[in-house]
C-alpha cells in the first residue's frame, strides 16, 4: 500500500495549481530516491533542494505539510527541506507561506538535527553565547509591538534588520527595526554562515522585551 507520504506527494497533481513538467520532475526524482528508496545521501539532498526550488511556484498554501516537513525522510534529507523551504521564496519562505502556523513552523525546526541544520562553525557559535541573546528584526509594524515581534525569524547582525525594514515584509505599516531579549535555548537555528542572509530561528513563544530601535522609511524591493 502506498505511504500516506507518497499519497500526499502525488497529491500535488490534483490541486487547483498547475504543476508544470519541470515540478513533476523535480518531484517525482524526490518521491524516488528520499521516500521510495529512503535515501539520505548527498544524490537525495540534492533532490529535495531541486523540488523545493521548483515549489517556490505554487501558490501560497498549495504544498501539503508532509512533504515540505517529513518524518519519513532520513535526518540529512529532513533538514535540508526544512531549511531550504525557509529560506527560499520570492515572495516570502516556501514553508512559512505554505504551513498553517508559526507555531508549526517551529516544531518543525525543534524536531531537526542540529548537525545537519547548521554547519558546525555555526553550532559551535551558538553553543558560545550567553544564555541571553540580543538581537534584531526588521519588519512593517503591525497593530502593535507584541504582534510584530511575534515571529521566528531574526537576526544578530543590525544591518540585516535594517535592510529587512526597508525593503521586506508585507502589510501597510511603517519599516521598523526591532531589538529583543532571547534565551539562548529557545534558538533552534543560527545561520551566520550557511543562510542566505544573517538568521536566527528562535521560539516566537519566548521573545522578550520587545521594543522598537527605529523606523525606517519604506523602498520599492
Given at each position: 500500500?502506498?505511504?500516506?507520504?507518497?499519497?500526499?506527494?502525488?497529491?500535488?497533481?490534483?490541486?487547483?495549481?498547475?504543476?508544470?513538467?519541470?515540478?513533476?520532475?523535480?518531484?517525482e526524482k524526490f518521491i524516488q530516491l528520499a521516500f521510495v528508496e529512503e535515501r539520505d545521501d548527498t544524490e537525495a539532498d540534492e533532490a529535495a533542494n531541486h523540488f523545493i526550488l521548483s515549489a517556490d511556484y505554487y501558490a501560497r498554501g498549495s504544498i501539503p505539510?508532509?512533504?515540505?516537513?517529513?518524518?519519513?525522510?532520513?535526518?540529512?534529507?529532513?533538514?535540508?527541506?526544512?531549511?531550504?523551504?525557509?529560506?527560499?521564496?520570492?515572495?516570502?519562505?516556501?514553508?512559512?507561506?505554505?504551513?498553517?502556523?508559526?507555531?508549526?513552523?517551529?516544531?518543525?525546526?525543534?524536531?531537526?538535527?542540529?548537525?545537519?541544520?547548521?554547519?558546525?562553525?555555526?553550532?559551535?557559535?551558538?553553543?558560545?553565547?550567553?544564555?541571553?541573546?540580543?538581537?534584531?528584526?526588521?519588519?512593517?509594524?503591525?497593530?502593535?509591538?507584541?504582534?510584530?515581534?511575534?515571529?521566528?525569524?531574526?537576526?544578530?547582525?543590525?544591518?540585516?534588520?535594517?535592510?529587512?525594514?526597508?525593503?521586506?515584509?508585507?502589510?501597510?505599516?511603517?519599516?521598523?527595526?526591532?531589538?529583543?531579549?532571547?534565551?539562548?535555548?529557545?534558538?533552534?537555528?543560527?545561520?551566520?554562515?550557511?543562510?542566505?542572509?544573517?538568521?536566527?530561528?528562535?521560539?516566537?513563544?519566548?521573545?522578550?522585551?520587545?521594543?522598537?530601535?527605529?523606523?525606517?522609511?519604506?523602498?520599492?524591493?
Amino acid at each position: 500500500m502506498e505511504s500516506q507520504h507518497l499519497a500526499n506527494a502525488r497529491g500535488l497533481r490534483n490541486s487547483k495549481v498547475e504543476v508544470y513538467s519541470f515540478q513533476e520532475t523535480a518531484m517525482e526524482k524526490f518521491i524516488q530516491l528520499a521516500f521510495v528508496e529512503e535515501r539520505d545521501d548527498t544524490e537525495a539532498d540534492e533532490a529535495a533542494n531541486h523540488f523545493i526550488l521548483s515549489a517556490d511556484y505554487y501558490a501560497r498554501g498549495s504544498i501539503p505539510n508532509a512533504i515540505l516537513y517529513t518524518r519519513a525522510c532520513g535526518p540529512r534529507v529532513r533538514s535540508s527541506v526544512l531549511k531550504n523551504a525557509w529560506t527560499d521564496g520570492r515572495s516570502g519562505s516556501v514553508l512559512a507561506l505554505n504551513t498553517s502556523s508559526r507555531m508549526m513552523c517551529w516544531n518543525y525546526f525543534t524536531e531537526a538535527d542540529p548537525e545537519h541544520l547548521m554547519d558546525a562553525d555555526e553550532r559551535a557559535e551558538l553553543a558560545s553565547l550567553g544564555e541571553t541573546v540580543r538581537l534584531y528584526r526588521g519588519a512593517r509594524m503591525k497593530h502593535d509591538l507584541r504582534a510584530t515581534g511575534f515571529a521566528l525569524s531574526w537576526t544578530p547582525d543590525y544591518k540585516t534588520a535594517q535592510s529587512f525594514a526597508t525593503t521586506h515584509g508585507h502589510g501597510d505599516g511603517s519599516g521598523v527595526v526591532l531589538a529583543a531579549d532571547i534565551p539562548r535555548d529557545a534558538i533552534a537555528a543560527w545561520w551566520t554562515e550557511s543562510g542566505r542572509e544573517i538568521e536566527a530561528i528562535v521560539n516566537p513563544r519566548r521573545v522578550r522585551n520587545v521594543r522598537a530601535v527605529e523606523t525606517m522609511s519604506r523602498q520599492a524591493a
